[in-house]
T-cell receptor
Framework: GAGVSQSPSNKVTEKGKDVELRCDPI?????LYWYRQSLGQGLEFLIY????????KSGLPSDRFSAERTGGSVSTLTIQRTQQEDSAVYLC???????????????FGEGSWLTVV | AQKITQTQPGMFVQEKEAVTLDCTYD???????LFWYKQPSSGEMIFLIY??????QNATEGRYSLNFQKARKSANLVISASQLGDSAMYFC??????????????FGPGTRLSVLP
């Protein structure tokens, strides 16, 4: 597709269950980002991939959160044993390789709205 | 420490008037990029405008312009001739240039703009 694609768009899950969120970046974009946004709040950085490797995992809030990227394309964000405070929109974004240029814009998907009940 | 500061949690502007949304940033890297994104109530993040740290002129994109004052580390967004559809959250963001793959996009807390008819 032309843009960043995320699925599911909406997910309601019971506390304690595991969830997987998927992101399919723009074709050719080697950099991929995950952010979390709670209702009415700003964006919280979670993790960044360059290709299949994640040089910056500093934002993952706990060891219940993990992410992987295979084939330099699709990424999945997994939340184990979900808690109510995990309820948020999970936004994925992609960009061309940063390299030494800081100009490459990141483009966002429409987000996965997660509600933990 | 906050890398991006947006001091206006909320702003009001009359339709057809201009409005300035403030953004200040903090970096010691000489190479960086500054971005503005719009997030309407639908939740999508829409890229608006980019300014590179070495750009001599202020960036403009249609009704959007970026008032870049490097010495003051400010990158204010100016929206001219406001429209009702401009009502949204606006996020300022920065990407720092580095020699390795440690690049990250950092977002400010956002400013909610309401355009009044």
């Amino acid at each position: 597709g032309a843009g960043v694609s995320q699925s599911p768009s909406n997910k309601v899950t019971e506390k304690g269950k595991d969830v997987e969120l998927r992101c399919d970046p723009i074709s050719g974009h080697t950099a991929l980002y995950w952010y979390r946004q709670s209702l009415g709040q700003g964006l919280e950085f979670l993790i960044y991939f360059q290709g299949n490797s994640a040089p910056d995992k500093s934002g993952l809030p706990s060891d219940r959160f993990s992410a992987e990227r295979t084939g330099g394309s699709v990424s999945t964000l997994t939340i184990q044993r979900t808690q109510q405070e995990d309820s948020a929109v999970y936004l994925c974004a992609s960009s061309l390789a940063p390299g030494r240029s800081s100009g490459n814009t990141i483009y966002f998907g429409e987000g996965s709205w997660l509600t933990v009940v | 420490a906050q890398k991006i500061t947006q001091t206006q949690p909320g702003m009001f502007v009359q339709e057809k008037e201009a409005v300035t949304l403030d953004c200040t940033y903090d970096t010691s890297d000489p190479s960086y990029g500054l971005f503005w994104y719009k997030q309407p109530s639908s939740g999508e993040m829409i890229f608006l405008i980019y300014q590179g740290s070495y750009d001599q002129q202020n960036a403009t994109e249609g009704r959007y312009s970026l008032n870049f004052q490097k010495a003051r580390k400010s990158a204010n967004l100016v929206i001219s001739a406001s429209q009702l559809g401009d009502s949204a959250m606006y996020f300022c963001a920065m990407r720092e240039g580095r020699d390795n793959y440690g690049q990250n996009f950092v977002f400010g807390p956002g400013t909610r703009l309401s355009v009044l008819p």
